[in-house]
């Protein structure tokens, strides 16, 4: 039931409660007071009370672990916690499991792929006392680790390569982001560290090319690229970096005060708003309602070595390098004969002649036209739209845009090859995006671009000074680097190569891009402008001089020419006659410099990350979570219930770029005196290890999740985190290694009876392969299993059956080459509209939201799909060659192989004798070849539990 006015109006009186940064306040005392019997009042008293009494919330207790009767029995002190239950029980632990059950589980539980037959006999055989141990530091450190531990965090956040909704479009690059956490996992990155790359990469004081991806985690949530209500939609998508933030973290379901006050937990639903405050300055994924994502705001270009160098020093070391050069050959120059004709500015003009048709020098006065001046050109002078003449130009005068109405346009000069050359300068920022350097995006310098897919091409400014040129049908572009809008002149000059299609962008007299495209003519437009993009949109502000035109691809010696103003290398001769041979060989010698010099490398890679607005908006909290009915202003801060010490004050502007709550909110989290933290994170260890955590609720640790069974370890396990240096690879090693996990699934006496649900741990969990285990350890069985990690997903088969409740059946799941189709699952396209049929009938997660805890169901299409399935069908017929491939004519062999590679246990006699019949009743009954036969046992074998469990 939601709040009246009169109680909604008095919540807005509240004063912020504690757990709010330093220097946060919410008003003077007599702003926050607060009118005796409001409900706020009374549901910030409750969260303050509860702080202190609810496990959850509770400091971390102290506790020891407890002694026991048969202390034989302990290996790690988790099992004193484990046995002193069991025993005040009057139960019995279970007997340890097999060596082969136990590196099974180990193997499938650290790893995701089952042990193979000859690790098994190998660790059967190994009689040392520290055998099992080093199973698991060996299985710690296998790259497999990272890609299963992986699955279970992206679980969590909600990964998926595609944004959903009808479209349910790629989600760029998230790829990057998985691959991180793979890589972090590995790497044994502690915890804290994960949780603050992931919420503040970017405003880490030693931040890099790394914690910026890592700061994709923003942006896995859905987007509708056509939303009906944009205010409903940034707010639903605040709405789950908020709750995914708070539950996967912190284990509180802070999404359920979005709309009021929490129905179980006492937290205010200010406390909702004052924790999303944190994430105000997030840029959100649309600005507009349009049919599109917002590029600009979630994607960056980053350099590999970001955070390590400073490409503005790069970029102005290399500017000042190259001017010094330039310079000095210059003045060698002036003083020999060819250069006595140089200008009294010192530049020379050396544009070819050959092949010019139009050449827009801006001498003229205000004018209606812009004279062409090519000699013989019959193509008419520049129109004009308003009056720019009379710059400062290059070489004379030159044409100023104000970024308004001014314009030029000419009549199309060129359609086939070409190159067109102009100088530029600008402070201008440019258009459409870094990330998204499409010629057409940007502001045009000259451009004859036609909306649609046209034979059309242009030059434009892009975002923070980038350059970029292009064609289209099909769409070809070309770019520069960054920080040509730094008001300096810079020479462009683009070429087209119609006999193969190819492009190349020249900026300053260096080749910068190249590419192939179209091999039409490029006649599309009739006219080209300059200074705009066609039609009348994206202005340029700056300069433009002396444009030109060529039906043909000049020379790179042509284009270094223009754009230097320095005669040809091969001119030496004529250049330097007379000069004396130690000046022509210092001329010779800084031209081969000049060669060789590049610009700094900029081509950085598209991130999927974080970018913030220069302000973080306004948060109020909002009447029943209506973005349309906004109330009460709040600043950042803390749950009450969490709040037993505040977050620092962010930081003024980290690196300039972001409001620093995120870190604030980051740091906090990650203090190990937030035992929320410490909890969540040591109960989903557990979960992950013993198939139920010791709260069984793992993303809910309040008063609507179930209580923890062993409250006492949980909160040691938490202290180990911390102590432990928040290394998740010595919890596993502390967790796997104890008597409690090694024991066997089978019950001791009495068991059943006394603990039958296993709240007390008296025997191991079994449970069943995951979907992705399922997919992996089969293809591991048949030995087609790519060992092949990161990248983009892949697209192996999907069935035609699926394929056909798409719209666009023939578009909807483009292949990836045959060698791809392999792969671990983690790495399979995950589209969130489209899941492969075994893999969701296997309860692989629903990443529309956050997933905890897989249900392991049981339902008729499980068997039905790994019976009748392609995949499965496929699978097996690879294990039947490969066993027939290592065994040939020794059927009794390839049937011992193919049971061994699916349970990694050599089978008993008695199972060979029925696999033996089995196989001669399908000969004999049914027709089948041998082959045929093999194929439908490692199908049966596929189904058997033990290939389908970890016991």
């Not at 009169?6 to 003077?28: E, F, Q, V």
């Not at 506790?63 to 099992?79: G, H, I, K, L, Q």
């Not at 039958?756 to 285990?773: T, V, Y």
């Not at 589209?831 to 805890?853: E, I, N, T, W, Y």
């Amino acid at each position: 039931m939601h709040a009246g006015p009169i109680l909604a109006a008095a919540l807005l009186l509240a004063d912020g409660p504690a757990g709010a940064p330093a220097g946060h306040g919410s008003g003077t005392a007599a702003e926050g007071a607060k009118p005796e019997g409001v409900a706020a009042d009374i549901v910030e008293q409750r969260a303050r009370k509860a702080r202190d009494t609810w496990w959850s919330w509770r400091p971390l207790s102290s506790a020891a672990p407890p002694e026991v009767a048969d202390a034989s029995w302990v290996r790690t002190p988790v099992d004193r916690f484990i046995l002193a239950k069991l025993e005040a029980a009057g139960i019995r632990p279970a007997s340890e499991a097999s060596k082969a059950a136990l590196i099974r589980r180990a193997t499938l539980d650290l790893t995701g792929l089952p042990p193979t037959p000859e690790d098994v006999a190998a660790f059967e055989a190994d009689t040392r006392p520290d055998a099992y141990e080093r199973l698991i530091d060996r299985l710690l450190e296998s790259p497999e680790h990272g890609v299963h531990w992986a699955r279970h965090w992206l679980d969590l956040v909600r990964y998926a390569d595609t944004n959903g909704f009808e479209r349910d479009s790629d989600k760029v690059s998230a790829w990057k982001y998985r691959d991180w956490v793979v890589q972090a996992i590995n790497d044994d990155m502690p915890y804290d560290r994960f949780v603050l790359e992931q919420l503040a990469g970017d405003e880490l004081p030693d931040r890099t090319h790394d914690t910026l991806v890592a700061t994709g985690y923003y942006r896995l949530g859905m987007w509708d690229d056509e939303v009906p209500d944009l205010k409903q939609a940034l707010a639903d998508d605040l709405d789950g970096i908020v709750d995914v933030t708070a539950r996967t973290f912190l284990g509180i379901g802070l999404g359920c005060a979005r709309c009021h006050d929490h129905k179980g937990d006492p937290i205010p639903q200010r406390d909702y708003y004052r924790f999303a405050a944190f994430f105000a300055g997030v840029k959100p994924y649309k600005s507009s309602p349009f049919n599109s994502i917002d590029a600009e705001s979630v994607l960056r270009m980053v350099r590999r070595d970001f955070g390590t160098v400073d490409p503005e020093a790069e970029r102005r070391d290399y500017q000042a390098k190259r001017a010094e050069l330039l310079a000095a050959i210059a003045e060698i120059e002036r003083e020999s004969a060819a250069g006595a004709d140089a200008p009294a500015g010192g530049f020379m003009d050396l544009a070819p002649a050959a092949g010019l048709v139009a050449h827009l020098a801006f001498e003229d006065e205000r004018s209606p036209t812009a004279r062409n001046s090519a000699p013989g050109s019959t193509v008419p002078d520049a129109m004009v739209r308003d009056a720019g003449f009379g710059a400062e130009g290059r070489i004379g005068r030159a044409f100023r845009f104000d970024g308004g109405d001014d314009r030029l346009e000419i009549a199309r000069p060129v359609a086939d090859s070409f190159t067109v050359s102009f100088w530029f300068r600008t402070t201008d920022v440019g258009g459409g995006s870094e990330s998204d350097r499409r010629w057409f995006l940007g502001k045009g310098l000259v451009d004859g671009e036609i909306p649609g897919i046209v034979r059309d091409w242009g030059i434009s400014l892009i975002a923070n000074g980038y350059l970029a040129a292009g064609t289209g049908d099909p769409e070809t572009f070309v770019s520069s680097g960054p920080g040509h809008n730094d008001g300096r002149w810079h020479h462009v000059a683009f070429t087209r190569d119609r006999a193969g299609g190819d492009i190349a962008l020249w900026v300053d007299g260096v080749d910068v891009d190249t590419a192939r495209g179209s091999k039409e003519a490029l006649d599309a437009p009739e006219t080209i402008a300059i200074g705009s993009m066609r039609p009348d949109g994206h202005p340029f502000a700056g300069t433009i001089d002396e444009v030109r035109f060529y039906d043909r691809v000049l020379s790179g010696e042509e284009i270094g020419a223009m754009a230097t103003g320095l005669a040809p290398a091969s001119e030496v001769d004529r250049v330097l006659a007379g000069r004396p041979d130690d000046e022509r060989a210092r001329w010779s010698a800084m031209r081969a410099q000049l060669a060789g010099m590049r610009p700094p490398d900029w081509k950085g890679e598209t991130v999927l990350a974080v970018r913030e607005h220069e302000a973080p908006r306004e948060m109020h909290v909002l009447a029943r979570g209506s973005p349309h009915a906004p109330g009460e202003r709040v600043e950042p801060g803390v749950p009450i219930i969490a709040a037993r010490f505040a977050p620092d004050a962010p930081e003024a502007r980290p690196h300039g770029e972001s409001s620093g709550r995120r870190l604030a909110l980051a740091r906090w989290i990650a203090d190990e005196r937030n035992a929320l933290t410490l909890r969540t994170v040591a109960n989903r260890l557990w979960q992950r290890h013993f198939g139920q955590g010791i709260c069984p609720t793992t993303n809910d640790l309040g008063k609507l999740g179930e209580e923890p069974t062993h409250p006492e370890l949980l909160d040691w396990l938490a202290r180990q985190v911390a102590a432990n240096g928040w290394s998740m690879k010595s919890m596993h090693r502390l967790l796997m290694t104890s008597a409690a996990y090694r024991m066997s699934s089978v019950p001791g006496e009495d068991a059943l009876e006394r603990d039958a649900p296993n709240a007390l741990l008296s025997r191991f969990r079994a449970r069943r392969l995951s979907a992705e285990e399922l997919r992996d350890s089969m293809l591991a069985a048949a030995g087609t299993l790519s060992a092949d990690r990161g990248g983009p997903g892949v697209r192996p088969p999907m069935p035609e059956e699926v394929l056909a409740t798409s719209s666009r059946p023939e578009e909807v799941w483009p292949l990836t080459p045959p060698e791809t189709w392999t792969r671990r699952t983690l790495y399979v396209h995950l589209k969130r509209s489209l899941q492969h049929p075994l893999l969701a009938v296997f309860d692989m997660a629903d990443v529309d939201g956050p997933c905890p805890v897989r249900f392991a169901t049981v339902q008729p299409t499980q068997a039905l799909s790994m019976f009748n399935g392609a995949l499965t069908n496929s699978v097996a017929q690879d294990l039947a060659a490969r066993v027939m491939r290592e065994h040939p004519g020794d059927v009794r062999a390839q049937l011992a192989r193919a049971r061994a590679l699916t349970s990694g246990t050599v089978p008993p006699a008695r199972d060979l004798d029925e696999a033996e019949a089995f196989l001669l009743e399908l000969r004999e009954r049914d027709g089948m070849d041998h082959a045929r036969a093999m194929q439908a046992y490692c199908l049966v074998l596929f189904n058997l539990n033990d290939f389908l469990t970890v016991d």
